[in-house]
């Protein structure tokens, strides 16, 4: 079985920092892509910034320049580094995986998401 645990969030002023990380555990093969999503009250859950499993990163325009995602593949943890926080990043934030997990000799690939960590920027 496979597991997403995220943590690292908080409540943060305006203008400040947080970092969140997502560790992934159980029978796990290979991770491929990696990234972070955020759900705000009342509106639909968008991608925050993502990492293949080569590095090559992505992210939305809202956050570029103040985010940035990273990854240890030895620890099969992913990371984001949030600066300059906005009253509009408030949202709870999930972390997701592409998996290959194995049972035995059987392999199969899965999307995993974390059970969400909530951020919330105050002024």
């Known amino acids: 079985q496979v597991q997403l645990v995220e943590s690292g969030g908080g409540l943060v002023q305006a203008g400040g920092s947080l970092r969140l990380s997502c560790a992934a555990s159980?029978?796990?093969?290979?991770?491929?892509?990696m990234g972070w999503y955020r759900q705000a009250p009342g509106k639909q859950r968008e991608l925050v910034a993502a990492?293949?499993?080569?590095?090559?990163?992505n992210y939305a325009d809202s956050v570029k320049g103040r985010f940035t995602i990273s990854r240890d593949n030895a620890k099969n943890t992913v990371y984001l580094q949030m600066n300059s926080l906005k009253l509009e990043d408030t949202a709870v934030y999930f972390c997701?995986?592409?998996?290959?997990?194995?049972?035995?000799?059987?392999?199969?690939?899965?999307?995993?998401w974390g059970q969400g960590t909530q951020v919330t920027a105050s002024s």
């Open positions: 990492i293949t499993n080569g590095g090559t990163t």
């Open positions: 159980g029978s796990i093969w290979r991770i491929n892509d």
């Open positions: 997701n995986a592409a998996i290959v997990a194995y049972r035995g000799s059987f392999y199969y690939s899965g999307d995993y």
